[in-house]
C-alpha cells in the first residue's frame, strides 16, 4: 500500500499568517492516464471531510482561493496564504491513484 | 444540490454483522464511482471500499476483505455496505462519499461492544 506521510502533525498558526503542510507519498502518483491523483481534505471540528483540492492543484468549487495546492513526484504542499478562524480543524492528503486509497496521518490546525 | 445520507449504523455485538444504506440524490448516481471511509474514535480517515459506476468492479482495504461488501442499486440511487463478522477495531463512523471524495455524508456510527 502507498504510505502518505504528511509533516508536521500539529500546526499553530497565527491569524493572517501563511501555513504549509506537506505530503510524501512512498511511491509515484502519477496514473497512466498522466494525471497524479492526490487530493487534500479539511475536516472541521465536528463536521463530514470536504475535498478542497484535487488532481495537486485544482480547487473544489466554493472553495477560497487562499488554499493552493502544489508539488509534483512524492512530494506535495497545501499552503494557506492567510490562515482564517474557520480554518480550524484537521488536513489530510490523500492518493487516488492506486487501490487502495490511502490517507495521510492527518494535520491538525490551530490558531 | 448532492446529497449523501448514510443510515444503519448502531450498536452490534463482536462477530455481528449491519448493512449500511446511502441514499444518494442530487446528482446523476449512476454515473459515478462511490465510496465508502471511515473514522475511528479519536483516529484518522481511512478509505474502505470503491465501487464502480456499473458494481462491476470493487476494492477493499485488506483490513476488511472478506467481510465488508460494497453494493448498489442504480434504480434506487443507493450505496451499501454489508459488514460482516464485526471487530472492536471497526468502531467508527462510517462516511459515504463519491468516488474520488467530491462530496461526503454526514456518516453513520458502528459500535462494536459486547
Known amino acids: 500500500d502507498v504510505v502518505m506521510s504528511q509533516s508536521p502533525l500539529s500546526l499553530l498558526v497565527t491569524l493572517g499568517q501563511p501555513a504549509s503542510i506537506s505530503c510524501r507519498p512512498s511511491?509515484?502518483?502519477?496514473?497512466?492516464?498522466?494525471?497524479?491523483?492526490l487530493s487534500w481534505f479539511q475536516q472541521r471540528p465536528g463536521q463530514s471531510p470536504r475535498r478542497l483540492i484535487y488532481?495537486?492543484?485544482n480547487r473544489d468549487s466554493g472553495v477560497p482561493d487562499r488554499f493552493s495546492g502544489s508539488g509534483s513526484g512524492t512530494d506535495f504542499t497545501l499552503k494557506i496564504s492567510r490562515v482564517e478562524a474557520e480554518d480550524v480543524g484537521v488536513y489530510y492528503c490523500?492518493?487516488?491513484?492506486?487501490?487502495?486509497?490511502?490517507f495521510g496521518q492527518g494535520t491538525k490546525l490551530e490558531i | 444540490e448532492v446529497q449523501l445520507v448514510e443510515s444503519g449504523g448502531g450498536l452490534v455485538q463482536p462477530g455481528g454483522s449491519l448493512r449500511l444504506s446511502c441514499a444518494a440524490s442530487?446528482?446523476?448516481?449512476?454515473?459515478?464511482?462511490m465510496s465508502w471511509a471511515r473514522q475511528a474514535p479519536g483516529k484518522g480517515l481511512e478509505w474502505v471500499a470503491n465501487?464502480?459506476?456499473?458494481?462491476?468492479?470493487?476494492y477493499y482495504v485488506d483490513s476488511v476483505k472478506g467481510r465488508f461488501t460494497i453494493s448498489r442499486d442504480n434504480t434506487k440511487n443507493s450505496l451499501y455496505l454489508q459488514i460482516n463478522s464485526l471487530r472492536a477495531e471497526d468502531t467508527a463512523v462510517y462516511y459515504c462519499?463519491?468516488?474520488?471524495?467530491?462530496?461526503w455524508g454526514q456518516g453513520t456510527l458502528v459500535i462494536v461492544s459486547s
Open positions: 462519499a463519491t468516488g474520488a471524495g467530491q462530496d
Open positions: 442530487g446528482f446523476m448516481f449512476s454515473g459515478h464511482w
Open positions: 465501487i464502480k459506476e456499473d458494481g462491476s468492479e470493487k
Open positions: 511511491q509515484s502518483l502519477i496514473y497512466s492516464d498522466g494525471y497524479t491523483y
Open positions: 488532481k495537486v492543484s
Open positions: 490523500m492518493q487516488g491513484t492506486h487501490w487502495p486509497r490511502t
